[in-house]
């Protein structure tokens, strides 16, 4: 799943380790959600979009008609 997550870490003023220490999570776990390498558990996109002050659907970008992104 694609997400804005750099984009709105950066927004915020967050270095990934930042956000990672709010998230209680690794610098390597917020880069890997950034990368698409990682899918976050529901709890960690709740916390991401708390403190990235941005709802989920804002946040995350839906694949749709096999895998081509939504315009």
Do not use: H, W
């Not at 979009?49 to 659907?57: A, S, V």
């Amino acid at each position: 799943m694609e997400n804005r997550i750099k984009e709105y870490r950066e927004k915020n003023s967050f270095s990934q380790g930042k956000l990672a220490e709010l998230c209680n999570v690794s610098r390597q776990t917020i880069n890997a959600i950034e990368n698409n390498k990682y899918d976050p558990s529901l709890q960690l996109a709740f916390d991401l979009t708390k403190y990235l002050g941005i709802t989920m659907e804002g946040l995350f970008i839906p694949l749709v008609n096999g895998g081509k992104k939504n315009e």
